[in-house]
């Protein structure tokens, strides 16, 4: 890595951003292409944002890849090649690097750089941003592509820190490999991160202990190297493959094609005919196998039945099965997509702790404290998620008008227009903020979309602004009471006007 720059106090951007993950990335591109000057500040010394950090072992999209990439240049949709159904980290990380070196991005980022700060000043109405290396920036735009799953969540266990072992965050892991071999794992959590890197964790560890609050729901992803005749199909029509995944709810998947009919008035047999179907197809397809799966909840309880069969055959040990079983509602939260995480739990080496309902009693200096025991561990691997939506945007002390803090603004939980916009912050975008489809979504596209729509948006800006001057409603309406009141001033001998002879 080359020395950092020094630090800059430039006062001419016309765009700051705020971080370099997929969403930064391709804001600095537009706002050159429209000629705008732009700086990215980004905390991590490379691209790439959740496949950067998130390097822990089975970390893969579970979007399918001809899906999950931009498209805002069909060049680069054309010439870049996949290998799986489903693009593991490193590939996705070279994709970020490759888009990075491909439109010369890295020029204007300044890495290892975290913004600390920004506020917008009222009487120049514009954005001034500060970071922890010294820079003191501005610029009349500020977004902040700061990410929805950037903030790593690390619940303040009793005893955090205690451990003599090593401790990993799925979040935030090592940039070299880290070797569980011969190793007491323990891991913490059980969402979309643990479910992917249990079965490889496995594979390596002595022992492996999990440590569950909440069962979640998690589909086979029967990922396998991508077909080349597939491949191939979709670059004959990417445009139309685009536009018709963007119709969808979550803007992926228009190529599975699902009967549009409701569970409630399929009979047993074709319950089970189609939940077969989208689990021998494997991903995210499985909640949509009927129209009304997520709207009526007898018709969710269907398909959580026949998920809870597919666990109860696939766990040996009865009692492990029905803990893996979740009862929440399927579909509330993202479901999950796994290569052979429940048939890890048949390994003799791998055991499933319920934590409910005292949660990790302790972490100690030998291990982990949990339903009462004490497990004795090598490794604790945190798989605890994010501060999601608004970790990082409230991790920035962001000050709007009158110096309203965003912490203060959303003290009663985030309100934003559109998910793009804060009353009180003016010229302050957010991409995937709450309030838009964002994380539920297919969530390149929504950030293309919201790029575009900021892009039109300061566009138009410019065309219909005077630089610099302050946007308000100039002549007054009506004009009867207008003249009724300047005469009602000149009866009263100008009361009000300051008149010098
Ligand atoms: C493990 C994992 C798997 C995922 N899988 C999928 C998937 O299959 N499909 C899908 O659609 N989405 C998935 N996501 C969501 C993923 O976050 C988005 O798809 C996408 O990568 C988000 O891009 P982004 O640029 O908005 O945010 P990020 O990629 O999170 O980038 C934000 C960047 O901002 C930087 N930053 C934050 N705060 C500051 C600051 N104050 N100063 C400087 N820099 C800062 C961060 O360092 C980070 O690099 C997954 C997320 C995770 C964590």
Same mark, same amino acid.
């Given at each position: 890595?080359?020395a950092?720059?020094?630090p800059?106090?430039?006062?001419g951007?016309?765009?700051?951003i705020?971080?370099?993950?997929?969403a930064?990335?391709?804001?600095? @591109?537009?706002?050159r292409?429209?000629?705008?000057?732009?700086r990215?500040?980004?905390?991590?010394?490379?691209?790439?944002?959740?496949?950067y950090w998130?390097r822990?072992?089975?970390?893969?999209?579970?979007?399918?890849?001809?899906e999950y990439?931009?498209?805002f240049s069909?060049?680069?949709?054309q010439?870049w090649?996949?290998?799986?159904?489903?693009?593991?980290?490193?590939?996705?990380?070279?994709?970020?690097?490759?888009?990075?070196d491909?439109?010369?991005l890295?020029?204007?980022?300044?890495f290892?750089?975290?913004?600390?700060?920004?506020?917008?000043?009222?009487?120049?109405?514009?954005?001034?941003?500060?970071?922890?290396?010294?820079?003191?920036?501005?610029?009349?735009?500020?977004?902040?592509?700061?990410?929805?799953?950037s903030?790593?969540n690390?619940?303040a266990f009793?005893g955090?820190?205690?451990f003599?072992?090593?401790?990993y965050?799925?979040?935030?892991?090592p940039?070299?490999?880290?070797?569980f071999?011969g190793?007491?794992?323990?891991?913490?959590?059980?969402?979309?991160?643990a479910?992917?890197?249990?079965?490889?964790?496995?594979e390596? &560890?002595?022992?492996?202990?999990v440590?569950q609050?909440?069962?979640?729901?998690?589909v086979?992803?029967?990922?396998?190297?991508?077909?080349?005749?597939?491949e191939?199909?979709?670059?004959?029509?990417?445009?139309?493959?685009?536009?018709?995944n963007?119709?969808?709810?979550?803007?992926?998947? &228009?190529r599975?094609?699902?009967?549009?009919?409701?569970?409630?008035?399929?009979?047993p047999?074709?319950?089970?005919?189609?939940?077969?179907?989208?689990?021998e197809?494997?991903?995210?397809?499985?909640?949509?196998?009927?129209?009304?799966?997520?709207?009526?909840s007898?018709?969710?309880?269907?398909?959580k039945?026949y998920?809870?069969?597919?666990?109860?055959?696939?766990?040996?040990?009865p009692?492990?099965?029905?803990?893996l079983c979740?009862?929440?509602?399927?579909?509330?939260?993202?479901?999950?997509?796994?290569?052979?995480?429940?048939d890890?739990?048949n390994?003799? @080496?791998v *055991?499933?702790v319920?934590?409910?309902?005292k949660?990790?009693?302790?972490?100690t200096?030998?291990?982990v404290?949990?339903a009462?025991?004490?497990?004795a561990?090598?490794?604790i691997?945190?798989?605890t998620?994010f501060?999601?939506?608004?970790?990082?945007?409230?991790?920035?002390?962001i000050?709007?008008?009158?110096?309203?803090?965003?912490?203060d603004?959303?003290?009663?939980?985030?309100?934003t227009?559109?998910?793009?916009?804060?009353a009180?912050?003016?010229?302050?975008?957010?991409i995937s903020?709450?309030?838009?489809?964002?994380?539920?979504?297919?969530?390149?596209?929504?950030?293309?979309?919201?790029?575009?729509?900021?892009?039109?948006?300061?566009?138009w800006?410019?065309?219909?602004?005077?630089?610099? *001057?302050?946007?308000v409603?100039?002549?007054?309406?009506?004009f009867?009471?207008?003249?009724?009141?300047?005469?009602?001033?000149?009866?009263?001998g100008?009361e009000?006007?300051?008149?010098?002879a």
């Open positions: 890595m080359s950092l720059p020094q800059e106090t430039d006062i951007f016309d765009l700051i705020v971080g370099a993950g997929f930064g990335m391709y804001m600095l @591109h537009k706002a292409g429209m000629g705008l000057r732009a990215v500040f980004e905390a991590g010394d490379g691209v790439g944002g959740t496949w998130n822990y072992p089975g970390a893969r999209c579970d979007v399918e890849s001809m990439s931009y498209q069909d060049d680069l949709q010439d090649r996949w290998t799986e159904r489903f693009a593991p980290q490193p590939e996705i990380l070279r994709y970020a690097n490759h888009v990075a491909r439109f010369d890295r020029a204007d980022i300044r290892e750089t975290r913004v600390l700060s920004a506020q917008f000043e009222e009487s120049s109405a514009r954005w001034t941003v500060r970071t922890d290396r010294g820079d003191v920036v501005t610029g009349q735009y500020l977004v902040m592509a700061t990410g929805c799953l903030s790593t690390m619940p009793p955090l820190g205690s003599k072992g090593q401790s965050h799925t979040g935030a892991w940039h070299e490999p880290v070797d071999t190793k007491r794992v323990g891991v913490i959590g059980t969402g979309s991160s479910i992917q890197s249990i079965p490889i964790i496995a390596q &560890a002595s022992e492996l202990v440590f609050r909440t069962a979640n729901y998690s086979p992803a029967r990922n396998a190297p991508l077909d080349p005749g597939y191939a199909e979709v670059k004959a029509e990417y445009t139309a493959f685009r536009e018709r963007s119709q969808m709810m979550g803007a992926l998947g &228009a599975i094609q699902v009967p549009d009919r409701p569970a409630l008035s399929a009979t047999e074709q319950h089970r005919q189609e939940f077969d179907k989208a689990w197809r494997g991903g995210l397809g499985f909640q949509r196998s009927f129209n009304d799966l997520m709207i009526d007898r018709a969710n309880e269907i398909a039945s998920v809870h069969e597919r666990i109860r055959a696939m766990v040996k040990d009692a492990t099965a029905e803990l979740p009862t929440a509602v399927l579909g509330c939260k993202r479901m999950c997509v796994d290569s052979g995480y429940f890890t739990f390994l003799p @080496h *055991k499933l319920d934590i409910r309902p949660g990790i009693e302790a972490i200096p030998t291990g404290r949990a009462g025991q004490d497990f561990l090598d490794a691997v945190y798989a998620g501060d999601a939506m608004t970790g990082s945007l409230l991790k920035v002390d000050r709007g008008r009158d110096g309203l803090r965003l912490a603004a959303w003290s009663a939980g985030p309100r227009y559109l998910g793009l916009n804060v009180g912050f003016p010229n302050l975008f957010t903020g709450p309030g838009s489809p964002s994380v539920l979504t297919n969530m390149i596209v929504s950030i293309e979309q919201h790029v575009n729509w900021i892009g039109g948006c300061i566009d800006m410019r065309a219909n602004n005077v630089p610099g *001057k302050t946007r409603f100039m002549p007054l309406l009506g009867p009471p207008y003249v009724e009141r300047c005469n009602q001033v000149a009866a009263s100008y009000g006007f300051e008149l010098r």
